[in-house]
């Protein structure tokens, strides 16, 4: 009875590891002869390990991927240089020298990615072509001296349309339910913006639209590692598209309404696509479109965000321009010159037409960055009605006491870091953060840098 038990499971284990396991990657890398290979697909912004292994003497080796891969994975060994490949159910082989020679890889099976190395070839040189020839074209059409030649004229607009018909004819000539159908086309389009920016204008339109088209729940696109870059690119394509930054912001609400179409069905992309849309809109400082997201998110009843997050978008919604910030009521440790003050009980007691409201702490670097750009300044904005009060949020005594003695502005600490009562109530989630209010407290701007207040400074006190 043991001993079937024992069979049974050991069937059900091969069994289990053959529909685990059902296509492979193998190959002949001659230059990486016992070395590591590893084979890593993509889940949204993430990466995971596949499988992995050890390239024999000879330079052979080969991985392992299921039906749970599908998309894109890439190749990586010891030469940190990765090799991307389509996980689509085939069984793929490469030959070459290593993975860093790029020129001495051949796909020798597996025809996905052999349409995908032909494209890979063949799409950039055509790219170049087209540079070339819009090039020539406004050359011939701008300068009087070569603006009278008709036939040249003509030969550069058929060029141009047979390459882009060739490069269509390609995409259009693979097969319906193959991966690359969807892919190639999709990564075409978020290689291209930056030469659409400068070089294309005239198609900034038809590239927008066709990523606001793009379906974030689409597992094709979770698992292909464009997933990252679309999004960027996308709103890079937005902030570069020439146009005014009203009408960029415009231009942004319309694509975070195109995104939440489908997002809101999914919750978990959903929470993944706004932490990272969101991160990226306030680096840029683009505080409009965040908060547009902010508020448009938080205000979706169909589906739950992540509770951290919910908190870091509330702050839009509490603290957005134009809202009165709390009160801020000053324990005893408050310093001014490194000397305690007794003067100072609340935000309000201050008489300055204007307060910055600094967050930050001994222990950011980035703060270490900024504040002595904040010391530098202080006394010429102090001069023009901006006070200066910087909360603490350090949690150890003497280092905070040590940092006090060098800043010229009043300084606040009660040691409860993040869990702060200040923090809290202005929804600070990192250091350095910065809000400017005026004497009724009316947040008037949320400054990304010292150079962002200063640069306001200059142009509404001077």
């Avoid at 600094?358 to 002595?372: I, T």
Wanted: a negative charge.
């Amino acid at each position: 009875m043991i001993n079937i038990k024992i069979i049974i499971l050991l069937l059900s284990t091969v069994l289990l590891r053959s529909n685990s396991f059902a296509q492979t990657i193998s190959g002949n890398l001659n230059l990486l002869a016992n070395q590591e290979i590893k084979l890593e697909g993509f889940d949204g912004l993430k990466t995971y390990p596949i499988s992995n292994a050890r390239i024999d003497e000879k330079g052979s080796f080969k991985l392992f991927y299921s039906k749970a891969d599908y998309g894109v994975g890439y190749l990586m060994s010891a030469d940190e240089k990765p090799l991307f490949v389509i996980l689509s159910g085939e069984n793929v082989e490469i030959v070459g020298d290593a993975l860093s020679y790029s020129e001495t890889i051949k796909v020798t099976k597996g025809q996905e990615n052999q349409w995908f190395e032909q494209y890979a070839q063949e799409h950039p040189r055509r790219e170049q072509a087209l540079s070339a020839w819009i090039y020539l074209e406004k050359i011939y059409s701008l300068d009087s001296l070569f603006a009278v030649q008709a036939t040249p004229s003509k030969a550069i607009q058929e060029e141009k349309q047979r390459i882009k018909e060739e490069d269509a004819a390609f995409l259009e000539s693979l097969p319906n339910d193959s991966y690359v159908k969807w892919f190639l086309p999709a990564r075409k389009l978020v290689s291209s913006v930056s030469t659409v920016a400068q070089y294309r204008t005239e198609e900034i339109p038809a590239t927008i639209a066709a990523f606001r088209a793009m379906d974030y729940t689409d597992s094709r696109l979770y698992k292909s590692g464009l997933f990252k870059d679309a999004i960027e690119s996308h709103f890079w394509l937005l902030e570069n598209s020439g146009r005014s930054l009203d009408s960029v912001f415009i231009e942004m609400q319309l694509s975070i309404d195109a995104k939440l179409v489908n997002l809101v069905k999914d919750e978990n992309k959903l929470n993944e696509v706004t932490a990272f849309l969101f991160d990226l809109l306030e680096r840029h400082s683009l505080f409009q479109a965040s908060e547009y997201l902010a508020l448009k998110v938080l205000n979706e009843e169909t589906c739950t965000i992540d509770s951290d997050l919910a908190k870091q978008l509330e702050s839009y919604r509490a603290m957005k321009k134009g809202n009165i910030a709390p009160e801020i009521h000053f324990g005893e440790m408050s310093f001014l010159n490194g000397v305690k003050q007794t003067n100072f009980k609340n935000l309000s007691s201050l008489s300055t037409p204007y307060t910055l409201v600094v967050f930050g702490a001994s222990w950011c670097p980035k703060c270490e960055e900024e504040l002595p750009k904040l010391i530098q300044n202080y006394s010429r904005w102090r001069n023009l009605g901006v006070e200066v009060v910087y909360i603490s949020l350090d949690t150890d005594q003497t280092s905070f006491e040590q940092s006090a003695q060098s800043y010229p502005f009043f300084v606040y600490c009660d040691f409860e870091k993040w869990d702060s009562r200040v923090a809290q109530d202005y929804f600070v989630f990192g250091t350095p953060t910065y809000f400017l209010l005026n004497n009724q407290r009316e947040i008037i701007l949320k400054p990304n840098s010292i150079a962002h207040m200063d640069a306001w400074v200059d142009w509404n006190l001077k």
